[in-house]
């Protein structure tokens, strides 16, 4: 038998080009999620197959199930991504520059915005017509979008309690007040398609009074 120094060097394996650990594709992740953040609230969760999610984002259905798992999976994602869009994480860090009020302007008008657009409309009613949603599926919407939203905001309040700038005994409780207050009757007449989207002037009048009852009741004095 010949020793491996007669045979010569074994040649290494070619190295592999792609691994069930490689990253995923970003560009295509990001395309999935605007192609679901369109079409759920479009045509209702019921009303949209993975299939066509694909077809919208220009990939393959395998792709969209390697970066989602489920329709589910993509649903409370594309529910994450359009809160993430308008109400970005850095707005709820106390280290923000400015006064309180002003901090609580831009997270109010985000909120706003996201509450008052075509998609969280479209996906609000989808959640409340009979037979649309059931209640698992509410369920991963609550705690994708609004509770996600909450929690946030509440962390947000219990941190400025502790600057010595709020007295709030229950800052869960004062973040669902402060939500209300910005949706107020306005977003209830725009859900059921009784007044035109408000101009911005009206908007900010709107951000604005909530802001100032919420300090009325919470800054400290």
């Avoid at 993509?74 to 400015?98: M, N, T």
Wanted: hydrophobic residues 45%; positive net charge.
């Amino acid at each position: 038998m010949l020793s491996q120094a007669a045979s010569g060097p074994r040649p290494k394996p070619a190295a592999k080009s792609c691994g069930p650990g490689r990253p995923k594709d970003l560009g295509k992740r990001a395309a999935i999620l605007e192609a679901a953040k369109r079409l759920f609230p479009r045509n209702g969760f019921a009303g949209i197959s993975m299939d066509q999610i694909a077809a919208e984002a220009g990939v393959s259905k395998l792709t969209v199930y390697s970066h989602f798992g489920d329709k589910e999976a993509l649903f409370a994602a594309a529910i994450r991504a359009k809160c993430d869009e308008l109400l970005p994480a850095d707005l709820f860090e106390v280290s923000y520059q400015g006064p309180l009020r002003a901090q609580l302007m831009a997270i109010g008008s985000g909120f706003f915005a996201l509450i008052s657009s075509e998609e969280a409309i479209s996906t609000h009613r989808m959640m409340i017509t009979p037979g649309n949603a059931d209640d698992p599926l509410r369920k991963l919407f609550w705690e994708a979008g609004p509770k996600r939203t909450q929690d946030d905001f509440s962390s947000f309040l219990q941190a400025r309690v502790e600057a010595g700038e709020l007295e709030i005994e229950d800052p869960a409780c004062a973040a669902r007040q402060f939500f209300t207050l910005l949706k107020g009757e306005l977003h209830t007449r725009l859900l059921c398609g009784l007044c035109a989207r408000p101009t911005r002037s009206d908007v900010t009048a709107h951000i604005g009074a909530a802001v100032d009852m919420f300090l009325r009741a919470y800054a400290v004095r």
